[in-house]
């Protein structure tokens, strides 16, 4: 050690020394990492596997967006009828992650290229008589680093967030369903609805032709009945067929029926029969159709229980990506703090403060090292 260090050793008291000792030994155990094969050939394996995590996520994405297609093609709507879709969100998640590789990509390299251009030119062996210039130097190198420091902060925040919105996106599939489930069960309970008052409406008309039917069978002789009376007797049929044919039966005469009334109002009734009749088939089949959507849906359903899957798989992968530029954005961080540290004019030009050079190299070595491999991968598009 230097003779200022061995001075400060013995006017400082023992608990300042052993603090010191003990930050010596920190920074060489964390020297001796950064330079060990271990540690490089984890570095590599991770950055030279992140082509095959990214060619993984963005089949996954397409995955997902496949099995949406079923749903969206079905065009199911809500209760306010705005149709109901989940593939253009997703879509537009798939946009973001490729904005935030290929940002982060150029980020990487351009990131890169500093910090060797730093590493070869500045970080070298020095002369201690140069160390005041090469502060001048640093000073610039940080403050250019610290325009560097939030594209890495932010790479790493935009790939939380796409995460954290990846999982979210099952809570969407299920609100969108539930929607659709509800409007579904709404159309099912209309059409029968409708299709039991069709039935009843159908069956009045009958009813009301037979007791028509009834009373031309039973034409009274009785000329000199007034047509209200008849009028009268008619609606009582209608109203109760039984209590009509009653009073027929109880008159025991004959009732002269209009002939040409009684052919209007049967070919109303006739009409109206008809009508019903065409209502109550395509009633019929509408009942049908919804409760087919219905079914469908149930399918679509289960299929995206499948698609949620693939969701946390898909989110699982992005947190690789997401560690990583974790890693990036701890070591920017712990850059900056050094070399804080090694142009502070207090520091004193030390053994110690050749030492605190050079470790702040090491660091830059390997962010350098980080930064290029994963600029230099190969984002396969397929």
Same mark, same amino acid.
């Given at each position: 050690m230097s003779r200022a260090i061995t001075v400060v050793q013995h006017t400082e008291q023992p608990a300042l020394v052993l603090k010191t000792r003990s930050v010596n030994v920190v920074e060489a155990a964390v020297e001796q990492a950064l330079t060990s094969p271990a $540690? &490089? *050939? &984890?570095? *590599? &394996? @991770?950055? %030279? *596997?992140? /082509?095959?995590? $990214? %060619? +993984?996520? !963005?089949? +996954?994405? !397409? /995955? $997902? /967006? @496949? +099995?949406?297609i079923g749903f969206d093609s079905s065009r199911y709507v809500d209760k306010n009828k705005e149709v109901l879709q989940l593939r253009p969100t997703w879509l537009e998640y798939q946009t973001r992650f490729d904005k935030i590789l290929e940002e982060s990509h150029r980020n990487a390299l351009a990131a890169s290229s500093m910090i060797r251009q730093y590493t070869e030119a500045i970080l070298t062996d020095v002369d201690p008589s140069e160390i005041e210039d090469l502060r001048d130097e640093l000073r610039g190198f940080l403050q250019k680093l610290n325009e560097k420091a939030p594209t890495a902060r932010r790479t790493y925040g935009d790939l939380q967030q796409l995460a954290d919105d990846v999982r979210s996106f099952k809570a969407v599939i299920d609100d969108i369903l539930g929607k659709a489930e509800d409007k579904c069960n709404e159309d099912v309970k209309m059409a029968k609805d409708h299709l039991q008052n069709l039935e009843k409406m159908l069956q009045s008309v009958n009813d009301e032709r037979t007791v028509l039917t009834s009373i031309s069978k039973h034409v009274l002789a009785n000329s000199a009945l007034l047509a209200g009376g008849l009028s009268a007797i008619t609606a009582i049929c209608v109203l109760s067929p039984t209590a009509g044919m009653i009073l027929i039966e109880a008159l025991g005469v004959g009732v002269a029926i209009d002939a040409g009334v009684y052919k209007y109002r049967d070919s109303n009734l006739l009409g109206a029969n008809t009508q019903y009749s065409s209502e109550l088939i395509e009633s019929w089949f509408d009942l049908k159709y919804q409760e087919s959507r219905h079914r469908e849906l149930v399918g679509h359903g289960a299929a995206l229980a499948q698609t949620k899957e693939r969701i946390d798989a898909l989110a699982e992968k992005i947190d690789t990506i997401t560690e990583i530029w974790q890693v990036l954005k701890c070591d920017m961080q712990q850059l900056q703090e050094e070399l804080e540290l090694v142009v502070d004019p207090s520091m004193s030009i030390t053994k110690r403060f050749l030492k605190k050079l050079r470790h702040p190299r090491e660091v830059y070595n390997r962010l350098a090292d980080l930064l290029e491999l994963y600029a230099k991968g190969k984002f396969y598009l397929s």
């Open positions: $540690v &490089a *050939n &984890a570095v *590599n &394996a @991770d950055i %030279k *596997n992140l /082509a095959q995590t $990214v %060619k +993984g996520i !963005r089949q +996954g994405f !397409r /995955a $997902v /967006a @496949d +099995g949406l």
